[in-house]
């Protein structure tokens, strides 16, 4: 189906390989985290949280990482699965966004066999 | 989470007619959430619809333009009138997770293309 990520930047690795996408966020306010894969003709599937007073998660092989300081958050995947090529967004919240999410631009992955 | 599912899949549709799209949960949710997401692009809130009262909308979208309803705990529709090719875009409904932080979850989406 066609693709919602032709314009974004595209991060290519090898199967097996461990994958590391990044996102900056602008607001120094912002206190919960989100990453969301979004695979061609799906909606965003949530993938992993995280809230500021923590500078690390982790899940079933993917970890988030958090750096306050410089305002950047990453995700790893480890041992890369073709199934991971997807978009990945990150979205960021905070109390005077309320309930709402900011979505990043978001980073295409493609997993080379 | 949730089940979400969304009506119609997909749609091709003529410019100045309008296109209703609906987002059914499979559970009674308080906060459900309209965004847009034109080609290639991210994702852009639209509003939010909250059941029993008027939906809020975010910088750059009118009721008008936009029209929402949200009848009941399970169920909203937002509706794109008067449509033009800029239109074009995926239409998704997402709902607020039971947990205590702002998780959200989404519907598959709605491709429109105005032609």
Same mark, same amino acid.
């Given at each position: 189906?066609?693709?919602?990520?032709?314009?974004?930047?595209?991060?290519?690795?090898?199967?097996?390989?461990?994958?590391?996408?990044?996102?900056?966020?602008?607001?120094?306010?912002?206190?919960?985290?989100?990453?969301?894969?979004?695979?061609?003709?799906?909606?965003?599937?949530?993938?992993?949280?995280?809230? &500021? !007073? +923590?500078?690390?998660?982790?899940?079933?092989?993917?970890?988030?990482?958090?750096?306050?300081? $410089? #305002?950047?958050?990453?995700?790893?995947?480890?041992?890369?699965?073709?199934?991971?090529?997807?978009?990945?967004?990150?979205?960021? &919240? !905070? +109390?005077?966004?309320?309930?709402?999410?900011?979505?990043?631009?978001?980073?295409?992955?493609? $997993? #080379?066999? | 989470?949730?089940?979400?599912?969304?009506?119609?899949?997909?749609?091709?549709?003529?410019?100045?007619?309008?296109?209703?799209?609906?987002?059914?949960?499979?559970?009674?949710?308080?906060?459900?959430?309209?965004?847009?997401?034109?080609?290639?692009?991210?994702?852009?809130?639209?509003?939010?619809?909250?059941?029993?009262?008027?939906?809020?909308?975010?910088?750059?979208?009118?009721?008008?333009?936009?029209?929402?309803?949200?009848?009941?705990?399970?169920?909203?529709?937002?509706?794109?009138?008067?449509?033009?090719?800029?239109?074009?875009?995926?239409?998704?409904?997402?709902?607020?997770?039971?947990?205590?932080?702002?998780?959200?979850?989404?519907?598959?989406?709605?491709?429109?293309?105005?032609?």
């Amino acid at each position: 189906g066609e693709s919602v990520g032709l314009h974004l930047p595209t991060l290519s690795v090898q199967e097996g390989d461990n994958s590391i996408i990044n996102c900056a966020y602008s607001n120094s306010a912002s206190d919960y985290f989100i990453w969301y894969k979004q695979e061609s003709g799906k909606g965003p599937q949530f993938i992993i949280d995280i809230r &500021s !007073n +923590m500078d690390k998660r982790q899940g079933q092989r993917v970890t988030v990482l958090l750096n306050k300081t $410089v #305002k950047h958050l990453s995700l790893q995947i480890a041992a890369t699965q073709p199934g991971d090529s997807a978009v990945y967004f990150c979205a960021e &919240s !905070n +109390m005077e966004y309320g309930n709402k999410l900011v979505f990043g631009a978001g980073t295409i992955l493609r $997993v #080379k066999s | 989470s949730a089940v979400i599912s969304q009506k119609p899949s997909r749609d091709i549709c003529q410019r100045g007619t309008s296109l209703t799209i609906q987002c059914q949960v499979d559970s009674q949710v308080t906060m459900m959430f309209w965004y847009r997401q034109q080609p290639g692009q991210s994702l852009t809130l639209i509003a939010t619809a909250n059941q029993g009262s008027e939906a809020t909308y975010e910088s750059g979208f009118v009721i008008d333009k936009f029209p929402i309803s949200r009848p009941n705990l399970t169920f909203s529709t937002l509706t794109v009138s008067n449509m033009s090719p800029e239109d074009s875009s995926i239409y998704l409904c997402s709902v607020e997770g039971q947990g205590a932080t702002y998780e959200q979850y989404f519907g598959p989406g709605t491709r429109l293309t105005v032609t």
